[in-house]
């Protein structure tokens, strides 16, 4: 295979060979188990680097690399570490990078937005990216059948612990009917916060494959990660999810239950 190759999707059977003969960086996780099929690949490579700004995840390997939760998202770090070792970044490239860091802030409005995200935003800008460009991408490209799904979410919602909290459920019944895909769920989860009073949103999904998937999000102190954790996933201190093996009104009874303990926490 030529070594200057870009592999665009992974397929065992042609590209099993190359771990244990190559190194292997990872781009915004520091956890084997989120790679998919290639988690064996990972495990069998000859070394591992890491870009990455999520929770640690109690337990997990612990790769050599650029691990930091303050940073706002992997793309800031990695804009940071092309401009430290004087990398030109390319137009498309540049586009993809501000994305990453538009999306992981919520357009420079969460908590870890700080100075050093704003100044990798400024250099894409100079290298020809306009945030018109992506923000339409973002937050004025989606299908009718989204915004169905989200009136179905809506619908749905409970809320809890003195109404701090917001619950949505949505069924494989929910996505027949709306006509949507389970990608289509992006970002309803943080429709509940906009109120005054609801600090932790939590979203839960059923999937094709019979998991239960579950996204959180919070504002403030609340550290949805640690709760995430509890249940074998991760992510961030104000966005974080994982999968759930129970039903989901069982989902639904453990995880409002970890909620309130961290409500009531430090």
């Known amino acids: 295979m030529d070594p200057q190759q870009i592999i665009e ?34 495990c069998r490579a000859k070394d591992v680097w890491v870009i990455d700004h999520h929770e640690p995840k109690p337990g997990a390997v612990v790769y050599a690399g650029i691990s930091d939760p303050s940073a706002a998202s992997a793309s800031e770090l990695t804009v940071a570490l092309a401009e430290a070792l ?24 969460y908590p870890k937005t700080g100075p050093r995200t704003l100044r990798a935003a400024l250099l894409l800008l100079e290298y020809g990216v306009e945030p018109n460009e992506v923000y339409r991408l973002l937050q004025e490209n989606t299908s009718v059948g989204k915004l169905r799904l989200q009136q179905r979410a809506i619908a749905s919602m409970t809320l809890h612990c003195e109404n701090k909290v917001a619950v949505q459920i949505l069924r494989l019944d929910d996505f027949t009917a709306a006509g949507a895909l389970p990608e289509d769920t992006d970002g309803l989860v ?62 639904l009874a453990a995880a409002l239950a970890k909620i309130a303990e961290h409500l009531d926490g430090p």
């Open 86 to 109: 004087k990398t030109p970044i390319d137009p498309q490239a540049a586009f993809a990078a501000y994305i990453g860091i538009a999306y992981d802030t919520g357009f420079f409005a």
């Open 190 to 251: 943080n429709f509940p916060l906009k109120t005054r009073e609801i600090v932790v949103s939590l979203m839960i999904k059923e999937s094709q494959d019979g998991k239960i998937r579950c996204s959180l999000r919070s504002k403030g102190a609340v550290n949805v990660a640690k709760i995430a954790q509890e249940f074998h996933g991760g992510g961030h201190v104000n966005a974080s999810g994982f999968k759930s093996k129970l039903n989901i009104e069982q989902t």
């Open 9 to 42: 999707q992974w397929n065992d059977d042609q590209h099993g060979g190359l771990p244990e003969q190559t190194g292997m960086i990872l781009l915004d996780t520091a956890d084997a188990d989120n790679t998919g099929v290639m988690k064996d690949a990972v």
